[in-house]
């Protein structure tokens, strides 16, 4: 089975960093391009960043272009996510996301909380 | 455009059938057959259910249908039953950035 597990949120400052982190087991991860997904409290779901299977694909959304960096060690199946310039409305559940083929998101972390 | 509108909430009663609407531009939904949806019970994370406009992944039931007319996706759920209250959300393939998502929809089973 896919497995997805969040890790590294928690309270930051406005102009603050965090960096995120996935694991994620039962694929072969290399074969997947992976994504981020941020849910506000109360709010809908909101796509914030995407990266291919090879980590040379990277995309963002406009709310975070510039200010956060997607990236993956294929080498021991892990995904980033490194928020800097911190606002308060990034304040979110963060989920890790896998990529099915194409352009959907076929399975999810539980997601991590992150509060600025 | 910053996200796919659908309607707040959509309401049916058990055996029923339910369809959520998700209007796009030829941007997005329009314009390609790459459009999937998602449920979200409270405090949990969201379930695929529908994929490439029709398409189920293995275990989902198949109550749950999709289709697309024009830059308008829907979500259609026969045979409505308790465990499908939850929120639903459409999202899309979008040729400016990647993804969009719809505004999300409440499904209440009366």
């Known amino acids: 089975d896919v497995n997805l597990v969040e890790s590294g949120g928690g309270l930051a400052q406005p102009g603050g960093s965090l960096r995120l982190s996935c694991v994620a087991s039962?694929?072969?991860?290399?074969?997947?391009?992976m994504a981020w997904v941020r849910q506000a409290p109360g709010k809908g779901l909101e796509w914030a960043a995407a990266?291919?299977?090879?980590?040379?694909?990277?995309y963002y959304a406009d709310s975070v272009k510039g200010r956060f960096i997607i990236s993956r060690d294929n080498s021991k199946n892990r995904l980033f996510l490194q928020l800097n310039s911190l606002r308060a409305d990034d304040t979110a559940v963060y989920y890790c996301?896998?990529?099915?083929?194409?352009?959907?998101?076929?399975?999810w972390g539980k997601g991590i909380t992150v509060t600025v | 455009q910053s996200a796919l509108t659908q309607p707040a909430s959509v309401s049916g009663s058990p055996g029923q059938s339910i369809t959520i609407s998700c209007s796009g531009s030829?941007?997005?939904?329009?314009?390609?057959?790459?459009v999937s949806w998602y449920q979200q019970h409270p405090g949990k994370a969201p379930k695929l259910m529908i994929y490439?406009?029709?398409n189920r992944p293995s275990g989902v039931s198949n109550r749950f249908s999709g289709s697309k007319s024009g830059n308008t996706a829907s979500l259609t759920i026969s045979d409505l039953q308790g465990e499908d209250e939850a929120d639903y959300y459409c999202?899309?393939?979008?040729?400016?950035?990647?993804?969009?998502f719809g505004t999300g929809t409440k499904v209440t089973v009366l």
């Open positions: 999202s899309s393939f979008i040729s400016t950035s990647l993804y969009i």
């Open positions: 990266i291919g299977g090879s980590g040379h694909s990277k």
């Open positions: 039962g694929f072969t991860f290399s074969s997947y391009g």
């Open positions: 490439d406009v029709t």
């Open positions: 030829t941007s997005d939904v329009g314009g390609y057959n790459l």
């Open positions: 996301v896998k990529e099915g083929h194409y352009y959907h998101m076929d399975a």
